[in-house]
């Protein structure tokens, strides 16, 4: 589910990244559809219900730890906002782009830590 987890927002290169409750029927629409068109060209099953369930409960939690990194101010009051964990904090201040920055920028990022973490694990097991 990791890799599903991490195209969950694929669509928004294309369309851009609109908060949820500003999105209109035909952008939510939009951008199921170019979602699901990247995860068929990746060759990658389209997330269940539950699995979709798991990744917004875990994609809320990240925009907690934005929100409580971009809200210097301390504000603005989000009702209801999931704990921020401190693993949450460390990511979010790692992989979020400056703004205007392209996504792929942060996914070369991410891979590239994976693989530096793969190649520590298989030294390990050598």
Request: some cysteine.
């Amino acid at each position: 589910m990791e890799l599903e987890a991490l195209l969950h927002d694929s669509e928004e290169p294309f369309v851009g990244d609109t908060p949820h409750p500003f999105k209109m029927p035909h952008q939510r629409a939009l951008g199921d559809q170019i979602r699901k068109r990247v995860f068929k060209n990746l060759g990658v099953d389209y997330p269940t219900v539950e699995d979709w369930d798991r990744i917004t409960y875990f994609d809320h939690i990240a925009c907690s730890a934005e929100w409580e990194i971009f809200n210097v101010e301390k504000q603005e009051h989000w009702e209801n906002r999931p704990e921020t964990t401190e693993l949450a904090l460390h990511l979010t201040k790692r992989y979020t782009l400056p703004i205007g920055s392209f996504h792929w920028a942060w996914l070369g990022r991410y891979f590239a830590d994976q693989c530096e973490l793969l190649k520590a694990r298989q030294c390990k097991s050598s």
